[in-house]
């Protein structure tokens, strides 16, 4: 299995504040990573797909970047609705794996 | 609207069995794969399988295999996920979400069954 590590596993941050949350793979997964936001009691919702491409609807402060096994999360910006718990997701090959999420708390 | 809509919560005893289901609405249900993702509580999410409508082809975890079945009625837009003899480490939220592809993302999420096993 595709092991996925995000780091941190949380921070505190400011609105307005510029964020970054990474993701590595344990293998070479070109760009199939995704990134999905889910707000508690919430189903996770996505942000970016295929590494760097904005879904549908999302604000274009979230941005993302990276390739191989190196991935990047980027909110420009913070916004209050922002405070919530980001997950990488490789989409390279069965079984589907989710890193371990990352929590973004208000300072 | 385009939307999954989940069965409702569940408390159960050890042993028991339980379908819960998932139906999609406002779309071409068939030609899109439905997903099942596992989050206990406090903890991050895991994909146990996929199922394709038009033809109930399915792919699922190895580490999900043989513990729960994935299915779908595609007469009336419902997947479901089923265990025959539940354990108290079953206890978690149950996400159905849509996929194009095996490979894809998951582009609409269900809002969640929370199935409690205890005794």
């Known amino acids: 299995d595709i092991q996925m590590t995000q780091s941190p596993s949380s921070l505190s941050a400011s609105a307005g504040d510029r964020v970054s949350i990474t993701c590595r793979a344990s293998q070479n997964i070109g760009t199939y990573l995704n990134w999905y936001q889910q707000k508690p009691g919430e189903a996770p919702k996505v942000l970016i797909y295929a590494s760097s491409n904005l879904q549908s609807g999302v604000p274009s402060r979230f941005s993302g970047s990276g390739s191989g096994t190196d991935f990047t999360l980027t909110i420009n910006s913070l916004q209050p609705e922002d405070f919530a718990t980001y997950f990488c997701?490789?989409?390279?090959?069965?079984?589907?794996?989710f890193g371990g999420g990352t929590k973004v708390e208000i300072k | 609207e385009v939307q999954l809509v989940q069965s409702g919560a569940e408390v159960k005893q050890p042993g028991e069995s339980l379908k819960i289901s998932c139906q999609g609405s406002?779309?071409?249900?068939?030609?899109?794969?439905i997903a099942w993702v596992r989050q206990m509580p406090g903890k991050g999410l895991e994909w146990m399988g996929t199922i394709y409508p038009r033809d109930s082809d399915t792919r699922h975890s190895p580490s999900f295999q043989g513990q729960v079945t994935i299915s779908v009625d595609k007469s009336i837009n419902t997947a479901y996920l089923q265990w025959n003899s539940l354990q108290a480490s079953d206890s978690a939220l149950y996400f159905c979400?849509?996929?194009?592809?095996?490979?894809?993302?998951?582009?609409?999420w269900g809002q969640g069954t929370l199935v409690t096993v205890s005794s």
């Open positions: 979400a849509r996929q194009e592809n095996p490979l894809f993302r998951f582009d609409l």
């Open positions: 997701q490789q989409s390279d090959r069965t079984p589907l794996t």
């Open positions: 406002g779309y071409s249900f068939s030609h899109y794969w």
